[in-house]
Nanobody
Framework: QVQPVETGGRLVQSGSSVRLSCAASGRTFRTYAGGWFRQAAGMYRECVSS????????YYADSANGRCIISRNNAAITVFLEIIGVKPEDTAVYYCAADPTFANNPDKQFTYWGQGTQVTVSS
């Protein structure tokens, strides 16, 4: 069992950066793919980015490419998402997810989910 826990969400000004962290209990997390999703008010949840267990392969949604960096520290069993130059449309609840397998597409289903962390961008 893997239980992701997100931290780092906060109120930020447009144009600044925010770094989200996802720590998961259970040493198996380092063998799992990690993903970051977001859900804005009234919108469907969408995949922002994902990373393979080794960290060697990543996926970015078109909306994230160029402004987001996903990384992981397997020693610390943590997956990070840095959003650079945030915009008001980045306001959402950000969720971390984990799964035994990685797929380089936004429709990949993840098994384990965190509770989410709120990012609010002020203009």
């Amino acid at each position: 069992q893997v239980q992701p826990v997100e931290t780092g969400g906060r109120l930020v000004q447009s144009g600044s950066s925010v770094r989200l962290s996802c720590a998961a209990s259970g040493r198996t997390f380092r063998t799992y793919a990690g993903g970051w999703f977001r859900q804005a008010a009234g919108m469907y949840r969408e995949c922002v980015s994902s990373i393979s267990a080794s960290g060697g392969t990543t996926y970015y949604a078109d909306s994230a490419n160029g402004r987001c960096i996903i990384s992981r520290n397997n020693a610390a069993i943590t997956v990070f998402l840095e959003i650079i130059g945030v915009k008001p449309e980045d306001t959402a609840v950000y969720y971390c997810a984990a799964d035994p397998t990685f797929a380089n597409n936004p429709d990949k289903q993840f098994t384990y989910w965190g509770q989410g962390t709120q990012v609010t961008v002020s203009s």
